[in-house]
């Protein structure tokens, strides 16, 4: 028995030791309960970090946070050190972005969330200028709405992201651009009279990049030999279609019509040139099962 307490104690000390020595990294927590759309990018930043031979801990923010609150927290130097942001021109002016797309570019493909029985409504959009009759939101904060806007989008925006899928419910829009990352968690845990439409498919170039404050070079690069690493090994790839391959083999995006945008918010540091560091079916089909 004291053998026993002896070896836990050992344990304990050594487990101690490791945490007490790693460099702390304080990531957001997420908006709300049950939110699982930053869940893909931290196990991401994990592999990231494990692949840089530097001890680190990841630590959850105290208290939710916005897209925009995260932003704030960055710039300021508060509360968290990295968070998982969709990319602006603005956004990577006040922070430093590491430029590796970490959805592989999936946050650009978009299905609409729209009422049950509507469906034969959009039947009839086939191209830019139809699209242009419908009436969509998004949320205020949001680059995607300034994409659409750019692209002769009216947009009906909102302050709060569950009250989107409030608004969409009793008619203040028809249609709810979400990406095939989200969509289908959304989908499951919002009331049972809206369905994902199955006709159309949005895409525009774009994604989040990790960002850090501007002064912590020193993080930043190693996240993104960290990436980079995991691009090289493979992990990278086996994580996302971990994620979203079942995802992207439900979206069916080969039977959809695809109406492109063009993204006015893309900055020339944007990886346009890595065509592996972004997901497109015609390229590259959905992993099988």
């Given amino acids: 028995m004291r053998v026993m307490f002896r070896l836990l104690l050992c344990l304990l000390l050594v487990w101690h030791g490791d945490v007490a020595g790693a460099e702390v990294v304080r990531f957001p927590k997420p908006e709300f309960e049950g939110d699982h759309r930053s869940d893909y990018a931290l196990r991401l930043l994990q592999l990231a970090l494990s692949e840089t031979g530097v001890k680190y801990q990841i630590q959850t923010a105290e208290f939710p946070m916005s897209q ?3 932003v704030r927290e960055l710039a300021a130097g508060r509360t968290i050190d990295v968070a998982p942001i969709p990319s602006s021109p603005e956004r990577e002016a006040r922070l430093l972005a590491i430029r590796i797309p970490i959805n592989k570019g999936v946050l650009g493909w978009r299905l609409g ?6 469906q034969g409504s959009f039947a009839g959009v086939k191209t830019l200028t139809d699209l242009k009759g419908v009436r969509l939101a998004q949320g205020q904060d ?36 979400r990406s095939i990352m989200e ?17 159309l498919a949005l895409h525009y170039l774009y994604d989040a ?19 980079e690493k995991a691009i090289a090994d493979g992990s990278f ?29 893309l900055t020339p540091g944007t990886p346009v040139d890595r065509p592996e560091l972004w997901y497109d079916f015609r390229r590259n089909p959905p992993a099988p099962k």
Avoid: C
């Fill in 68 to 70: 925009e609150r995260q």
């Fill in 113 to 118: 969330l729209i009422r049950k029985g509507d």
């Fill in 142 to 177: 949001w680059p995607d709405t300034e994409i659409l806007e750019a692209n002769g989008i009216n947009v009906i925006t909102a302050p709060s992201y569950e009250g989107l899928f409030k608004m969409l419910e009793v008619k203040r829009f028809d249609y709810f651009p």
């Fill in 183 to 199: 969509i289908w968690d959304e989908q499951a845990n919002v009331a049972d009279t809206l369905q994902v439409e199955p006709h």
């Fill in 209 to 227: 990049y990790f960002m850090v404050n501007r002064n912590n070079t020193k993080l930043a690069q190693e996240i993104r030999n960290g990436l």
């Fill in 237 to 265: 790839d086996k994580l996302f279609q971990e994620y979203y391959g079942e995802r992207l083999r439900k979206a069916r995006l080969e039977t959809r019509t695809v109406i492109e945008l063009n993204n006015p918010l």
